[in-house]
């Protein structure tokens, strides 16, 4: 095996890799859904009671409501208006009451690039796009506790709450008032700054007997419909239901696997739920040291994921009890998602199924974020990664171009010798392989390089596709937008440049004539696959092509030895 064949054989494995990818993501595409119906649940599994039929699919879960659009007032969701309250801090615009976030607008990420576009809407009730989260309490030996649907009412009468400037907090609190004198005040803080919404429930017993009550929080959605194919940077990314627990680590479901994968039953300490996107998420995490169970919800073309407390808060006569909880809402910001200080939480940032490749990617974001620190510009700092990739992985890229330099050097020679054994083949791989050894030339001196390159490759195309804060990133000139594809294919076209100038110095040594035409046609094909993938994947294998055709150019003028090819002399 030469180096050429090396080079092609990994070629067409990326191209391989590419289109399974892309094919992948049309298939595993959610179904399309009609928002005919808009389901609510409360948990019906509670410990220490009789259950449902569990191969009954959510059973014990109270019905769904009629099939006309949004559910009627009093049916399942609260009344319109009734209790609800716009709180505005300077990145969260929500709509909340007592137990439901039904609005959530990301203040500083606008859909596109258009003067004056509308926020990006993570959280909506509209039947169309729904998608809400929810919380409450279920009692427990005939206690009554408040849920979702009913129960809490706003503390301090008002339509709306905005963080004042200078002001870090904002608080706005509901209160439940039971039947036996148990009451529950529950506040929402938010934090300037911050996407992530405290929720904390304060149980009271005034009354004359024990109070006991499971709290929880879910998230229900209607999956939304992503369009597949490699011109859509959406079906780059995961879309379903994760969750992380100390002893399971994460795991995740896309929406259309709810039902054929099985049911979830998780017993856990801490950990966290959520629904993933493109570039945002929701995100329901339990106090730390509370022991919780995790479901997945499916009701009719509603699907979701929920915690429920696995022990009960018991609150006796003239005592209190406070439990908390968080709700994350928002971009998946690597410095907004650490800063919460949850284990397992920065796989939200889901770059890929592979644990390996999910810490490679990380790595390189780690580098990616040092380095924008300084350059100020996502592109210049991509380049400069390449530069530093470059600077690592030059031992093996060295090695490569000099084996490659000194097959050039040589190709006559073996031109020579396919020309004096003709079709013998055998007879033409043993004399070749001779003149290998005695001129010390490495003939898969190229094989360890391209390994580690395609691999991070590979990392880097999850990492782009995924990381929210190159979302709508400008480069220079043109790029305006490093997560989409370049608007006028200019870096793909200087790629096939790049692609056929290093093929023309790089030996053919002992190919084929249909291997000779497989790579005549490499630079194309890579040229409309890049085509559609983010202009930043594009910027980084165009700065690698490119920095790897200047050393292979100055190594093959150092190790050529110029002059006249080295020949065999007739007999």
């Given at each position: 095996?030469?180096?050429?064949r090396?080079?092609?054989?990994?070629?067409?494995?990326?191209v391989a890799?590419?289109l399974?990818?892309?094919?992948?993501?049309e298939q595993?595409?959610p179904?399309a859904?009609t928002?005919t119906?808009v389901?609510t649940?409360?948990?019906?599994?509670i410990?220490?009671q009789?259950?449902?039929?569990p191969?009954?699919?959510?059973?014990?879960?109270p019905s769904?409501?009629?099939?006309?659009?949004?559910p009627?007032?009093?049916?399942?969701?609260?009344?319109?208006?009734a209790n609800r309250?716009?709180?505005?801090?300077d990145?969260l615009r929500?709509?909340?009451?007592g137990?439901?976030v039904?609005?959530?607008d990301?203040?500083?990420y606008p859909k596109t690039?258009?003067?004056?576009s509308?926020?990006?809407?993570l959280?909506d009730?509209?039947?169309?796009?729904y998608?809400?989260a929810?919380?409450?309490?279920v009692?427990?030996?005939?206690?009554?506790a408040?849920n979702?649907?009913?129960?809490?009412?706003?503390?301090?009468p008002?339509t709306?709450?905005?963080?004042?400037p200078g002001?870090?907090?904002?608080?706005?609190?509901?209160v439940w008032?039971?039947p036996d004198?148990?009451?529950i005040?529950?506040?929402y803080t938010?934090?300037?700054g911050?996407?992530?919404?405290?929720?904390?429930?304060?149980v009271i017993n005034?009354?004359?007997?024990p109070w006991?009550?499971?709290?929880?929080?879910?998230?229900?959605r209607?999956p939304?419909?992503?369009?597949s194919?490699?011109?859509?940077p959406?079906?780059?990314?995961?879309t379903?239901a994760?969750?992380y627990?100390?002893?399971g680590?994460y795991?995740r479901?896309?929406?259309?696997d709810?039902?054929s994968?099985?049911?979830?039953?998780?017993?856990t300490k801490g950990?966290?739920?959520?629904?993933l996107?493109?570039?945002f998420?929701?995100a329901?995490?339990?106090?730390?040291?509370?022991?919780?169970?995790?479901?997945?919800v499916k009701?009719?073309?509603?699907?979701?994921i929920?915690w429920?407390?696995?022990?009960?808060?018991?609150v006796v006569?003239?005592?209190?009890?406070a439990?908390?909880?968080?709700l994350y809402?928002g971009?998946?910001?690597?410095?907004?998602?650490n800063a919460q200080g949850?284990?397992g939480?920065?796989?939200a940032?889901d770059?890929?199924?592979?644990?390996t490749?999910?810490?490679?990617?990380?790595?390189l974001f780690?580098v990616?974020?040092?380095?924008?620190s300084?350059?100020g510009?996502w592109?210049?700092?991509?380049?400069?990664?390449?530069c530093i990739?470059?600077l690592l992985?030059f031992?093996?890229?060295?090695?490569?171009?000099?084996?490659?330099?000194k097959?050039?050097?040589?190709q006559?020679r073996i031109?020579?010798?396919?020309?004096r054994y003709g079709?013998?083949k055998?007879?033409?791989q043993?004399?070749?392989?001779?003149?290998?050894?005695k001129?010390k030339i490495?003939?898969?001196g190229?094989?360890?390089?391209?390994l580690?390159?395609?691999?991070?490759?590979?990392?880097?195309?999850?990492m782009?596709?995924?990381?929210?804060?190159?979302r709508?990133?400008?480069?220079?000139?043109?790029i305006?937008?490093?997560?989409?594809r370049?608007?006028?294919?200019i870096?793909?076209i200087?790629?096939m440049?790049i692609?056929?100038?290093?093929?023309k110095?790089?030996p053919a040594?002992?190919?084929?004539?249909?291997?000779?035409?497989m790579?005549?046609?490499?630079?194309?094909?890579?040229?409309?696959?890049?085509?559609?993938l983010?202009?930043g994947l594009?910027?980084?294998?165009?700065a690698n092509g490119?920095?790897?055709l200047?050393?292979?150019?100055i190594?093959t003028r150092?190790?050529?030895?110029?002059?006249?090819?080295?020949?065999?002399?007739?007999?």
């Open positions: 095996m030469n180096q050429t090396t080079f092609l054989i990994f070629a067409w494995i990326m890799v590419l399974w990818m892309a094919w992948s993501k595993n595409a179904p859904a928002a119906s389901a649940t409360i948990p019906a599994a410990p220490g009789p259950q449902a039929d191969n009954a699919p959510n059973s014990g879960v769904a409501p009629s099939a006309s659009g949004a009627p007032a009093g049916v399942g969701m609260p009344a319109a208006g309250i716009v709180v505005s801090t990145v929500l709509t909340l009451d137990g439901n039904f609005d959530a990301l203040l500083r690039r258009d003067s004056g509308a926020p990006v809407r959280l009730e509209n039947p169309a796009q998608y809400v929810q919380s409450g309490w009692g427990q030996n005939g206690s009554a408040p979702h649907t009913e129960g809490f009412v706003a503390e301090h008002q709306s709450v905005t963080l004042a002001q870090r907090q904002v608080v706005v609190p509901f008032q039971g004198g148990v009451r005040r529950r506040t938010l934090t300037r911050s996407y992530a919404i405290e929720l904390r429930d304060q005034d009354g004359g007997k006991q009550g499971y709290p929880y929080g879910q998230l229900m209607l939304p419909v992503v369009k194919g490699m011109t859509n959406e079906s780059y990314s995961f379903g994760t969750w627990s100390a002893d680590g795991n479901r896309k929406y259309k709810f039902d994968d099985g049911p979830l039953d998780l017993a950990g966290w739920v959520a629904l996107q493109h570039h998420f929701g329901w995490i339990p106090q730390h040291e509370q022991s919780s169970r995790f479901n997945l009701l009719g073309n509603i699907e979701g929920r429920l407390a696995d022990a009960p808060t018991v006569p003239g005592k209190t009890a439990t908390e909880a968080r809402l971009p998946k910001l690597v410095s907004q998602i949850v284990p939480l920065d796989r940032v770059y890929s199924r592979f644990d490749m999910a810490i490679l990617a990380q790595g780690w990616l974020n040092k380095l924008h300084v350059l510009n592109g210049w700092a991509i380049v400069a990664m390449v990739l470059k992985l031992p093996l890229s060295a090695a490569q171009y000099k084996s490659a330099a097959m050039r050097k040589f006559p031109a020579q010798l396919k020309e079709d013998d055998q007879k033409f043993v004399a070749m392989m001779e003149l290998y050894k001129e490495n003939p898969v190229g094989c360890l390089p391209i580690p390159q395609m691999i991070i490759f590979m990392a880097l195309y999850w782009l596709a995924e990381s929210v804060e190159l709508q990133a400008p480069w220079t000139l043109w305006q937008d490093l997560t989409a370049d608007p006028y294919f870096l793909p200087v790629n440049a692609m056929w100038t290093t093929q110095l790089t040594v002992g190919m084929d004539p249909m291997q000779q035409k790579m005549q046609t490499m630079p194309l094909v890579f040229g409309v696959i890049l085509a559609f983010p202009a594009v910027l980084y294998q165009v490119g920095l790897g200047l050393q292979q150019w190594i150092r190790y050529a030895d110029a002059g006249k090819p080295v020949l065999i002399e007739k007999d």
